[in-house]
């Protein structure tokens, strides 16, 4: 069996495990609004939809931090995606984009927005993997 055909093996069985569907965006800068005195969030940019499989990292036990007064704890989250997901065009992952849960076998997923710290990718992987945290 040559590699080619180990790769795409591989590369079927992440995809048959991926039963999320997923949302990577960015998001631009918040705008105030004058009129409504509110704070209103800024567009956001949509890079990629579709399958994918959210797990969490069992051995990160999280970290707590202050945010906004308040102490918050940071769940780290594994996404994969599959191998040859497209992307828009000329866009990269980078840390600080989001990733939202928009649909889930497990429904206290649905709705969750992952903040990504990294991605890791290469040509003999059998999925593209994002690395995130949730900062709820």
Known sequence: ??????????????????????????QGPDVFDRTSGNTVPGPQTTLYEGMGRVKSVA?????DTQAAER?????????SLPWDAPLAQGSRVLPGMRLK?????????????????????????TAWRVMTEDRS
Request: aromatic share 6%; glycine share 6%.
């Open 1 to 26: 069996m040559n590699l080619d055909t180990v790769l795409a093996a591989g590369r079927a069985a992440a995809k048959a495990r991926m039963r999320d569907t997923v949302r990577l965006y960015s």
């Open 59 to 63: 051995q990160a036990s999280g970290e």
């Open 71 to 79: 102490e918050v704890r940071l769940l780290e989250y594994e996404v």
């Open 101 to 125: 849960v928009t649909a889930s076998p497990d429904a206290r997923m649905v709705g969750i927005v992952l903040w990504v710290t990294s991605s890791q990718f290469g040509d003999q992987a």
